[in-house]
């Protein structure tokens, strides 16, 4: 039996009140720390909602603004922290821009999605849903920025690659171009897929280094351990 049936603007309120009270749990939403638990707690809750609306347990009406209140949230405190408190960002220019994108792009196709998928598909179910799974490696992602273990990186990336690459990619795009609106889908799965591989290029990048920077120091530390016991 579908539970927590509600209209989607309620559903929205909720979930927001919800982050907004993450966000705000001390240190505060200025701090790092505070964004990293935000986005944790997101990437778990949201996909847990969606394999539970996916196996009709949740409705998808409060499941999709699970995500849609995240990005809406969290693109406010960006521009706040940004624009505003003017605080230091823990990413690059050119990433920010990048989160900036996929705020806009994600959030808005969840607002479309909930609003006129009915409209312009052949579909039974929100199709957003399905996209949230990408979520399903975020846990992975903050946990390797807070515990920079390469492990953590390497999980990080099997799921980023295997959900959103080869499942959304290469099945739910395709599959989605068939029963919606041709023009809509496409580009919005033009857009996705792009901002995806360019994550792509820059997790490999950065695992790159990250590995590379690891043997460079574990040899340095060895060359110092045989020049000590020469030493002796």
Wanted: glycine fraction near 6%; charged fraction near 15%; include cysteine.
């Amino acid at each position: 039996m579908t539970m927590l049936g509600m209209h989607w603007h309620d559903a929205f309120i909720i979930w927001s009140f919800v982050w907004i009270a993450v966000l705000n749990i001390p240190p505060g939403s200025t701090q790092i720390i505070s964004a990293y638990r935000l986005n944790f707690l997101h990437g778990l809750i949201s996909s847990i909602v969606a394999f539970a609306c996916m196996f009709g347990y949740i409705h998808e009406n409060f499941a999709a603004m699970a995500s849609v209140a995240y990005f809406a949230v969290d693109f406010v405190n960006i521009l706040l922290n940004d624009f505003v408190w003017k605080v230091k960002s823990y990413q690059t220019p050119t990433a920010r821009y990048v989160e900036y994108f996929h705020h806009i792009l994600c959030g808005g196709f969840g607002v479309f999605c909930q609003i006129y998928y009915k409209d312009v598909c052949t579909l039974d179910e929100n199709p957003f849903i399905k996209f949230m799974l990408a979520e399903l490696s975020t846990p992975f992602l903050i946990a390797w920025r807070y515990y920079p273990h390469n492990a953590l990186g390497a999980i990080f990336a099997v799921l980023f690659f295997s959900v959103r690459i080869v499942y959304h990619g290469g099945f739910l795009i395709p599959t989605f171009m068939e029963q919606c609106n041709r023009t809509v889908s496409f580009r919005f799965g033009l857009l996705y897929t792009a901002m995806n591989v360019f994550f792509l290029v820059m997790i490999a990048a950065k695992l790159y280094r990250k590995i590379k920077g690891d043997k460079k120091e574990k040899k340095l530390s060895g060359g110092d351990v045989t020049k000590s016991k020469k030493d002796k």
